[in-house]
């Protein structure tokens, strides 16, 4: 089974949260999902029913889907042919007709995806699930950095940047003294300054410990 959220906004936008795998393989310490462990990827169609079902549902509503992200279950770089090609149907002007600008791509940080999504022919938006602004911390809640850096994310993304000229979104996850110090916040400022991007403070929303 997968996940697909809805989100309705008070300014009117109906944001669909799409998952582009069953599962997760990233293992994120923070992140129920991960706890699933992988199954698959999911196919092209997969991914666009899961916008098609809030489609049928804010039609009755006499409303209909303004934006799309892909911050649903897995990561969507591991997936890249599939979620790129649902993302054409989504922007289609005869399909869904979701403009480029109102479609985004959360990943842990596979740079290979990031330079991938940088030669797309398309101004999606492009998020980076940071979470630490240390590699030490990051590694501990997040095993990708293990081998994709922070350092190297930084690069990939100041390299998207330099191709795209579009703005990045860092998320960051706040958990409870763990990665919400003054201290870190600093540090975190330091490490993104010159960037063409904004940091989005998310409240965690577990519950219990860790794992």
């Known amino acids: 089974s997968i ?29 129920r999902t991960a706890s699933y462990g992988f199954a698959r990827n999911l196919g092209v169609y997969e991914i666009v029913a899961q916008a098609l079902f809030f489609s049928y549902f804010l039609k009755r509503l006499n409303a209909r889907i303004t934006n799309v992200i892909f911050m649903g279950m897995g990561e969507p770089f591991l997936n890249y042919d599939n979620v790129m090609g649902a993302i054409r149907i989504l922007n289609e002007r005869h399909c869904f007709d979701i403009g480029a600008r109102k479609i985004s791509i959360s990943t842990c940080g596979i740079t290979e995806g990031i330079a991938r999504l940088a030669e797309e022919k398309l101004q999606l938006n492009l998020a980076i699930s940071l979470n630490a602004p240390d590699d030490n911390l990051r590694s501990e809640l997040m095993p990708v950095n ?30 409870d003294g763990i990665n919400d110090s003054r201290e870190q916040a600093t540090r975190l400022a330091s490490l993104l300054a010159g960037l063409l991007c904004f940091v989005n403070l998310i409240p965690y929303n577990g519950k219990g410990e860790l794992k």
Do not use: W
């Open 146 to 175: 293990n081998k994709y850096s922070i350092s190297q994310i930084i690069e990939a993304v100041r390299d998207y940047i330099k191709v795209t000229n579009r703005r990045v979104m860092f998320e960051y996850v706040l958990l």
């Open 3 to 31: 996940e697909t959220v809805l989100l309705r906004h008070e300014d009117g936008r109906n944001s669909v949260c799409v998952s582009s795998q069953a599962g997760c393989p990233m293992g994120c310490t923070f992140c």
